[in-house]
T-cell receptor, first 113, second 113 residues
Framework: ELKVEQNPLFLSMQEGKNYTIYCNYSTTSDRLYWYRQDPGKSLESLFVLLSNGAVKQEGRLMASLDTKARLSTLHITAAVHDLSATYFCAVDERGGGADGLTFGKGTHLIIQP | DSGVTQTPKHLITATGQRVTLRCSPRSGDLSVYWYQQSLDQGLQFLIQYYNGEERAKGNILERFSAQQFPDLHSELNLSSLELGDSALYFC????????????FGPGTRLTVT
């Protein structure tokens, strides 16, 4: 059974600080997805990582993928309050959409002024 | 706005009843996925349809069923509802059978009383 583990599950940090969210998974898939969810809202796609060593950046967020270690990271640089949300990583087990996505439990991020 | 629409937004019903949730994918997307989000189980993949055919099954209960119609909209039918079925139900779509980036709809919040 595919497992996707995120840590931490809860993170409270101050504006201006840097932090990293970790996502470990148990399959050999080389596709990993990061989503953002605001309270009561839908999931917004942040990054799609498709190969080993992939790195993508958007604003203060940067995601990377190490398929050998089965690890992805989401790094937050100089956090601002607007980044407060729950962040999910997800894996596509067979890499071809055959099974839908398996999600981690999410990291609830609160950024305080 | 992802372009995926779901109706209704909210649904309140009693135990033992049956409901139908509707999803219209983004224009041109052939694949539709259904997910359930609850506090207990997190985000779980239920089922995928591709161009009218069932493509993959996840943790979908036997009381639940889905279909995708020729115009590509999809319906998720939930029957013999239990309190534990209360959750947010999301539909997502992607351009092909691959889950290379799924776009999520706003969700239907189901409350079973």
């Amino acid at each position: 059974e595919l497992k996707v583990e995120q840590n931490p599950l809860f993170l409270s940090m101050q504006e201006g600080k840097n932090y990293t969210i970790y996502c470990n998974y148990s399959t050999t898939s080389d596709r990993l997805y990061w989503y953002r969810q605001d309270p009561g809202k839908s999931l917004e796609s942040l990054f799609v990582l498709l190969s080993n060593g992939a790195v993508k950046q958007e604003g203060r967020l940067m995601a990377s993928l190490d398929t050998k270690a089965r690890l992805s990271t989401l790094h937050i640089t100089a956090a601002v309050h607007d980044l407060s949300a729950t962040y999910f990583c997800a894996v596509d087990e067979r890499g071809g959409g055959a099974d839908g996505l398996t999600f981690g439990k999410g990291t609830h991020l609160i950024i305080q002024p | 706005d992802s372009g995926v629409t779901q109706t209704p937004k909210h649904l309140i019903t009693a135990t033992g009843q049956r409901v139908t949730l509707r999803c219209s994918p983004r224009s041109g997307d052939l694949s539709v996925y259904w997910y359930q989000q609850s506090l207990d189980q997190g985000l779980q993949f239920l089922i995928q349809y591709y161009n009218g055919e069932e493509r993959a099954k996840g943790n979908i209960l036997e009381r639940f069923s889905a279909q995708q119609f020729p115009d590509l909209h999809s319906e998720l039918n939930l029957s013999s509802l239990e309190l534990g079925d209360s959750a947010l139900y999301f539909c997502a779509s992607s351009p092909s059978g691959s889950s290379y980036e799924q776009y999520f709809g706003p969700g239907t919040r189901l409350t079973v009383t």
